[in-house]
């Protein structure tokens, strides 16, 4: 008899099922675990093998019966059998199982007696291989009603047993080797019978393989998985010890159950220890899987019941609980609320749903969102941001990702976005979305996108405006009945009905309040139950604190400052630079209160309301030194540079926060989240507005990551505003290699920025200058094959031809693997094939871009690459393709948060759908993106949507609006050089417009001023542009049918008509042949 198997801890191979439609079959072998421990007690090593026998004769009896009817081995859960039959054979008649089972039982021990049950219904069959240790596995919705009929039917131990000449013998099968050994087992509740339901294999396979991990860390096995009637079971043994021995069971337990990622909740992982009986016989071609004991059964009972019923108004009622305790989920007055989360969860089961719920700080948005998971009973995973995690790149993001059990490094590459996107269980729940940062909530609405179904829960303290909900909650403070009904769940017959006026009128029914007000009278020091000491609700924990030590008062100030987990190790370390001594006695003074809760990281405050409070009235002096000596153990741990500069501005040293924002910015640059490291910057800014002086190297640093980082998010005007001010001060440098230094950086930024950047002489003529300044040889080549492109892009446009040294170029960087100098490049010459209606090279050179930077994960390059494939599309006439392509450039842009991004795509849009003939669709989209440009400071945009949408309103007749848009892009196209080729709407618009008008006879001479200026606008334009010549004859013939000159105007239509099949410009030849034929009907053609 081996004392026990060996632990083998292979991976967890994948979980493959199928789902059927067939009869569940249960046999409870009532009082099976107790007749085989007590024999195994007797004598050990020949009660072992007794039970062996017992097992292979009983279990190859069962099953040789029942795969004559085409049933199979399921599992076995406790000291019960589970089988299963699809239906395509005959289910047993009602009581034919239990004669059968009683018969098998009876011949093969007269002490064993049984009862049975079946359901029919939907039901998943597959294969669970555990450490190399391979089992059937079955679960879903009929094995959950046949062990419900099982407990609530009583079916009848007694059956008569007859027909014994019909039972088979039991087949012949070598006894396997048996393992028994004293061991702790534990049992966790990893899903309701409710979700075990709904679950699918590739959420069974994530939490089983979370389980693995966890137990692989502490030498623990999984030793089964199975459903029974409280849900989804799973049994790990640990290696035999004594009872007395619980460190390994305790450290399990606790990585179980807590942490930031808890497997299931407290109340769902249960343990025993006792003698464990593990059999594996192989009986025919079924692999039999048995592992019995007390201590087992026991656990499993002891194991949390399902969540209560959907009318349930509070969960783990405070019955018993002592006063200055608070329970774990107390939800009173929420119905209405939960029915709507219910009723959320519901719809996500085949599609993504995102809920918000929002409400002031205190009000119970967190219990409310605990009570879905207790409800629900499914796997879920929280992120709960804290206000130090929005100043950590994807802080939140990386919180996500450690809730999943994945490194928080995942975030910062798409192949750990992947990974993530794919561990999400259904329910996910971020909270506290206010503190999230700008690039978290990017990715986390991305993932949402991106599932096919899944429940993405939010609350926040604030309105949201930045994600699209499909279900939005309100939450308001309890009304006088309910706040009473809270206190005397808190604390029963501890209040009198004048003194809960009383707490109802000074926490104005809010939650928080309310438990911190029974609380503190429900505390038997409170003597005089009344109120009249407390000044507000600040008052009220002050009143509360009254009995803390003063030891434990600084303790306490320190969590509050110090705001992320702290373990008490670590504060009396800092403790003791005050002289302040700390021992347990003065942790559990705070935890008595409530106020500090744990995790595995150390305590933090329970809320950030008592944490604000806590640090509210420090003395200034202790209040500089506290956060001095926080920001300098943070720094030795080397933390978050942004959380150190806060602690550093806390203590009043600006100079020394603003060097570690400086720091955190680039930290932020270099994991790509742009719009923190405009955050960072902004705040060193406003710390040290004298950098410049004292060192203009330094201050050109933060001027090419501001330059970037609002490139970054789309941000052009700032982006702008920080490389003019980066050329003054660059100019001011006395050092000459330094200043060279700094022009060839200004480069470099210039190439990156300024290539769609709206004054584009400006950005040529710095990478122009920068270049003169370079020296090839201290450049890498990506920057050098970057620059050249654009300096022979700015050659270019001096009509110099530099068209091969662009392809030579190109062939050198994708050689060379420098994919981003290739779509670069590439786009420079695209954007000269396109001015020259070169349709089909423009489209050849852009696809190789595309392909290249989709080698990459530069999504802004690829924005940039598609919105000209949409450029080349829409002049050409393409209007579906470039349609598609440009709402890809918005999806970039909303997946991204790149504003700029978000105009292009919008205002591209609607200009290929104003070309289709659908002006309403047009009209809303154009005014989305022209609010969004002006933010930015986007001239070329605006001036393009002016244009647009003065068009639009001249169709619509309304004249007045079609005039004051005219004028618009005609004051933005003057600040706009007549490089900008995409701007040929905005362009053309007010010489367009202005004849429309003199033609309705609105303001004429307005009307006319404004069509001649446009005019020579227009006239400049085509001089540069081969694809504005059609539009510019096409506007002559409609100035000219103002001036009423139809013969004119039938010239120039036909000019324009030739000039626009010539250069395959669908709209164009459409626009010119439209207006013919119009001049040729009355009132210009002959009157029939």
Request: charged content about 20%; aromatic content about 6%; glycine content about 6%.
């Amino acid at each position: 008899m081996a004392d026990s198997l060996p632990i083998i801890q292979a991976p967890i191979s994948p979980l493959s099922a199928t789902q059927i439609s067939g009869t569940v079959y249960v046999i409870d072998l009532v009082g099976f675990t107790a007749l085989t421990q007590s024999q195994i007690a007797a004598d050990p090593r020949a009660g072992t093998e007794r039970v062996s026998q017992m097992i292979t004769d009983l279990f190859g009896r069962l099953m040789s019966a029942l795969a004559d009817r085409d049933i199979r081995y399921g599992g076995f859960a406790g000291d019960a059998l589970i089988a299963y039959q699809s239906f395509q054979s005959a289910p047993l008649a009602a009581g034919e199982l239990q004669t059968l089972a009683a018969n098998i039982c009876h011949q093969t021990s007269p002490a064993l007696s049984c009862r049975t049950a079946q359901a029919e219904g939907e039901f998943w069959v597959g294969t669970l291989d555990l450490d190399g240790d391979a089992r059937p596995f079955v679960w879903g919705t009929a094995i959950g009603k046949a062990f419900a009929s099982l407990t609530r039917d009583h079916a009848d131990e007694d059956a008569p047993r007859e027909n014994l000449a019909d039972i088979p013998k039991a087949p012949k099968a070598a006894l396997a080797t048996a393992s028994v050994a004293d061991r702790w087992t534990i049992v966790i509740r990893a899903l309701s019978s409710v979700a075990c339901q709904d679950a699918r294999p590739e959420q069974l396979q994530h939490l089983i393989s979370r389980a693995h991990e966890i137990c692989a860390a502490h030498a623990a096995e999984i030793d089964n998985v199975v459903q029974d009637e409280k849900g989804l079971l799973v049994i790990i043994t640990l290696p035999p010890s004594q009872a007395l021995q619980t460190t390994d069971r305790d450290a399990l337990l606790k990585t179980l159950t807590t942490g930031r990622a808890p497997l299931v909740r407290a109340g769902e992982a249960e343990s025993g220890h006792g003698t464990v009986f593990r059999y594996r016989p192989q009986i025919g071609d079924q692999t039999v899987i048995i592992t019995i004991g007390q201590s087992i059964n026991q656990a499993a009972k002891k194991v949390a019941t399902p969540a209560p019923n959907a009318n349930a108004n509070l969960i783990a009622p405070a019955a018993n609980l002592s006063p200055s305790h608070a329970p774990s989920f107390a939800l009173i007055g929420r119905d209405t609320e939960r029915q709507h989360l219910q009723a959320a969860y519901h719809s996500s089961r085949t599609k993504p749903h995102t809920a918000i719920v929002i409400g002031p700080a205190g009000i119970g948005k967190t219990r409310l969102l605990q009570n879905l998971c207790a409800e629900t009973g499914g796997e879920s995973v929280t992120a709960e941001v804290t206000p130090g995690s929005r100043h950590v790149p994807f802080g939140s993001a990386q919180d996500l990702a450690e809730a999943c059990n994945l490194p928080a490094s995942s975030v910062f590459d798409t192949d750990g976005q992947a990974q993530l996107t794919q561990r999400l269980p259904h329910l996910v729940i971020v909270e506290n979305w206010q503190w999230c940062d700008d690039d978290s909530k990017r990715l986390i609405r991305r993932f949402q996108n991106e599932r096919e179904h899944g429940l993405l829960l939010i609350s926040s303290r604030t309105e949201i405006t930045d994600i699209e909900a499909d279900t939005r909650l309100q939450i308001e403070s309890l009304n006088a009945a309910r706040s009473d009904e809270l206190i005397e769940r808190l604390a029963p017959n501890q209040f009198s009905t004048a003194l809960k006026h009383s707490v109802y009128d000074l926490t104005a029914g809010t939650p928080f309040w309310l438990v911190q007000a029974a609380l503190h009278y429900a505390d038997p020091s409170q003597a005089t139950k009344h109120d009249s000491n407390l000044a507000g609700l600040e008052g009220l924990l002050s009143a509360r604190a009254r009995g803390l030590s003063p030891p434990a008062v600084t303790l306490w100030r320190l969590h509050c400052a110090w705001r992320w987990p702290l373990s008490f190790e670590h504060a009396q370390g800092l403790l003791d630079r005050f002289d302040i001594h700390i021992d347990d006695s003065h942790l559990a003074e705070l935890q008595n209160l409530g106020w500090l809760i744990a995790d595995d990281q150390g305590h933090r405050p329970a809320h950030d309301i008592l944490a604000d409070w806590g640090v509210a009235d420090l003395p200034v002096s202790f209040e500089h030194d506290l956060h001095a000596t926080i920001a300098r153990s943070v720094a030795r741990a080397k933390g978050s540079p942004s959380r150190i500069a806060n602690h550093w501005q806390s203590a009043g040293k600006d100079l020394r926060a603003a060097v570690w924002y400086e720091r955190a910015a680039k930290a932020a640059d270099r994991a790509g989240a742009h719009g923190l490291t405009v955050v960072h910057l902004e705040q060193a800014e406003g710390l040290a507005r004298d950098a410049k002086r004292q060192n203009p190297i330094r201050y050109l640093d933060r001027l090419a990551l501001a330059a970037t980082a609002n490139w970054g998010v789309g941000k052009l005007r700032r982006a702008k505003q920080s490389l003019i001010q980066f050329d003054k001060v660059a100019r001011t440098i006395a050092n000459d290699a330094d200043k060279r230094a700094a022009l060839r950086r200004a480069a470099t930024i210039q190439s990156e920025v300024g290539q769609f950047a709206g004054n584009s002489n400006m950005i040529l003529t710095g990478i122009y200058r920068g270049w003169r300044n370079s020296d090839a040889a201290e450049d890498a080549y990506e920057i050098k094959a970057r620059r050249q492109g654009f300096v022979y892009y700015t050659l270019a446009l001096l009509k110099l031809p530099v068209n091969g040294r662009f392809q030579t170029l190109i062939e050198q960087a994708h050689t060379a693997g420098e994919y981003r100098s290739e779509a670069l490049i590439g786009c420079a010459a695209a954007t000269l094939k396109i001015k020259s209606c070169d349709w089909g090279e423009a489209e050849r050179i852009l696809t190789q871009c595309h392909q290249a930077i989709a080698q990459t994960d530069d999504r802004q390059m690829l924005g940039v690459v598609e919105c000209l494939l949409g450029l080349n599309d829409l002049f050409r006439g393409h209007l579906s393709n470039a349609h598609d392509w440009f709402e890809k450039v918005a999806n970039i842009g909303r997946d991204q948060d790149h504003h700029l991004f978000k105009v292009w795509g919008a205002y591209a849009k609607a200009e290929a759908l104003f070309y289709e003939g659908q002006a309403a669709e047009a009209k809303s989209l154009a005014v989305e993106a022209r609010q969004l440009a002006k933010g930015l400071g986007d001239h070329q945009s605006i001036c393009i949507i002016e244009g647009l949408l003065a068009q639009l309103h001249i169709a619509e007749g309304a004249n007045d609006l079609a005039f004051q848009h005219a004028r618009n892009a005609m004051r933005f196209a003057a600040k706009l050089p007549p490089s900008n080729f995409s701007t040929l709407e905005g362009i053309a618009a007010p010489a367009q417009v202005g004849a429309a008008l003199k033609r309705n006879g609105y303001r004429v001479a307005d009307a006319d001023r404004l069509m001649r200026a446009g005019r020579k606008a227009l006239k400049t334009y085509a001089q540069v542009f081969e694809l504005a010549q059609p539009r510019r004859f096409y506007v002559e013939g409609q100035m000219a049918l103002a001036n009423a000159a139809p013969k004119n105007a039938q010239r120039h239509f036909q000019k324009a008509k030739e000039k626009a099949a010539a250069f395959g410009m669908r709209h164009e030849l459409t626009l010119a042949e439209t207006a013919l034929t119009q001049i040729e009907e009355p009132p210009y053609g002959a009157t029939p």
